[in-house]
C-alpha cells in the first residue's frame, strides 16, 4: 500500500496498537462483503500475472513479426497479434505493469501532497487554514484535465511527468477529507495531552494525528486509484500518455478502437481487463468503506 | 444567500485570470510555433505574419495585449484556421458540443436517477444488486471503452448506425449514449445513497404513520432531500461531460469543442488552445456555482442561513 509512503511502518504499528480491535473488526466485515473480497482477488491476481505473466511468455511486448500482422488468436499468440504482429498477451500483460504503476504511483504523489496539506490546514487551523483551503477550492474549479493535457503537450509525453501531473491533479479531495478528520481529532483529549506534554507540533501533526486519519485516507486511496489509471488511459487514449513501443492498458484500448473492424480482438481483451480492474478496485474501496465506517463528506 | 452568491461570483475572477495566465505562457513554452510546420516560408514572409500576429514583440507586451483583448472578449485570431478568429471557431462548434453535452446529461438523468430510487426503495434485494451492478458497470467503462464498444456492437455488426458522422438524427444515438450512460451509473449511486439517508429520518416515518401511500412518501417526502447530492453532482457532472466530450468527439469524428481543444493542442494553435481552455473553464465554473445555488435553495438548512 501506498500508504507507507506517509508513515513509517513504526510509526503505523504505533497508531494501530491501542484501537487494534477497530482493524481486527473492520478485517472481519470486509471478509464477509463477497463483491469487496472477489475485488481484492482478481487485483491480486491480475497484479501476479502483470509482474511474473511476462517471464514466461515466449515474446517480448515489442517483438515484431510483421510478415504475421494482425492474426486472431491461436495456439501461439493466445489473445493474437497487432498490426506489427507483436503478442497481444505480452502486450497486454507489459501495459498492465505499467497501468498498476501509474496507478500506485500517481495515487502516492497524491496521497502525499494531499494529507500533508489536509493536516497542516486542519492542525493549524485560523488564518493559515483559511488560506490553504481557499486555494484548494480554487484549484477545485479549474478544468484540471485541461492542463494535464497541456501540460503533456508542452514537456513532451515524459512517463515521469504523468506520475506527477496526474497526482497533482488528484490531491483536492483527498486534503479537504483529511482536514476535516483532523479538525474533528484535534479536540480529543490524547491530542491535548500531546500538547500539555510540549510536543513540537511537527511530532504532533506525524506521530498522532496522521495516524489516526489512516482508515479514511486509506478508502480514498483505493477510491483514487481507479481515477488515476481512467485519467492515465484518456491521455493515452488521445496520445498524448505512454507512447509506442510501450504498451499501456489505455494506449491498447486506443489502438484497439483504431482497428476493430478488422481485428476486434485487439480491443476487446484490453477493454474487459481495464474494466475489471476498475470494477475490483470500486468494489474493494466501497467494501473498505463499510468495513472501516467511513462517511463520504466534503468537509 | 445573496452574499454568498456574491462572493462565489468573485471568486470566479482570479480562478478565470489564472487559466487565462496558466494556458498563455504553457503555450508559448511549447517547442515548435504554429508557423514551423507549414514548409519553406521564406524568411521575409515569416517575419511579416510574425508581425501580424504580434509574434515578435516580448513576452510580456504580448501577454498584456492578450489579457486586454480578453477583456473585450476577443479571443484572437487562429494560427491554423486562416482568417476566421477563435471566437468564431467556438461559437459555430458550441452547439454541436452543447447539443451532444445536453442529450447526454437528459439520458444519465432518466437512467440513473429512475435507477437509484429503484435500488434505495428495494435495499438489498435482487433489485438493488442489479441495479447496483449495473450502475458500477456503467462508471467502470469509461467513454473511451464504452464508446468503441457500441460501435462495434451497434455499428459494425448490427449495421443500425453510422459509425461516426454529425449529418443525421441518429448519428447522435450512439456519441449521446456513450457520454449518458457513464454518468448515470455515478447518478444512480448518488440517488441510491441520498435516498437510503432520508427513507430511514424520522418525518418519513411520520408520513408512514399517517398512512401515506408508499409511491407519495417515495416521491412527494423523500425524494426532494433524497436527490441533494444529486444536484450537488451536478455542476463537476457536468463539467466531466464536457471534458468527456474531448473523447467522444474524436472517436465519432464530430465538429464540437472537444475535438477543437484536442487537435489545436496538435497543431500549436495557441490562440485557438487558450480559447477553448478559458471557455471550457468559464463554463465549469459556471455550472458550479449554478449548482451551489441551487443546492442552497433546496437545502431548508442552508436556506435559512
Known sequence: MPVTAIASPALAADAVEPGRSLWQDAWARLRRNRMAVIGGVVLIVLTALSLFGPLFLAYSYEEQNLALGAAPPSAAHLLGTDKLGRDQLARLLFGGRVSLLVGLAATSVSLTIGVLWGSIAGYAGGKLDAVMMRIVDILYALPFTIFVILLMTVFGRNFVLLFVAIGAVEWLTMARIVRGQVLALKRQEFIE????????????????????????????????????????????????????????????????????????????????????TLFSLNFLGDGLRDALDVRASKD | MLQLIARRILETIPVLVLVATITFFMMKAVPGGPLDTEKNIPQEIKVQIEAFYGLDQPLWKQYASYMGNLLRGDLGPSFKHANRSVNELIAAALPVSLELGGLALCIALLVGIPLGIAAAVRQNTWIDYLASTTAMAGICLPTFVMGPLLVLVFALHFEQFNASGWDFARDRVLPALTLGLVYAGYIARLTRGGMLEVLNQDFIRTARAKGASEIRVVFRHALRGGLLPVVSFLGPGIAGILTGSFVIETIFNIPGLGRHFVTSVFNRDATLTIGTALFYAALVVALNLAADIAQAMLNPKQRAN
Open chain 1, 193 to 276: 495531552a500531546a500538547v500539555a506534554l510540549g510536543l513540537r507540533k511537527r511530532r504532533i501533526v506525524l506521530r498522532h494525528v496522521v495516524p489516526n486519519v489512516l482508515g479514511p485516507v486509506m478508502v480514498y486511496t483505493t477510491l483514487t486509484i481507479p481515477a488515476v489509471m481512467l485519467l492515465e488511459a484518456f491521455l493515452s487514449f488521445l496520445g498524448l500518455g505512454v507512447q509506442p513501443p510501450m504498451s499501456s492498458w489505455g494506449l491498447l484500448i486506443k489502438e484497439g478502437a483504431e482497428q476493430m473492424e478488422e481485428a476486434p480482438w485487439l480491443l476487446i481483451y484490453p477493454a474487459a481487463v481495464f474494466a475489471a
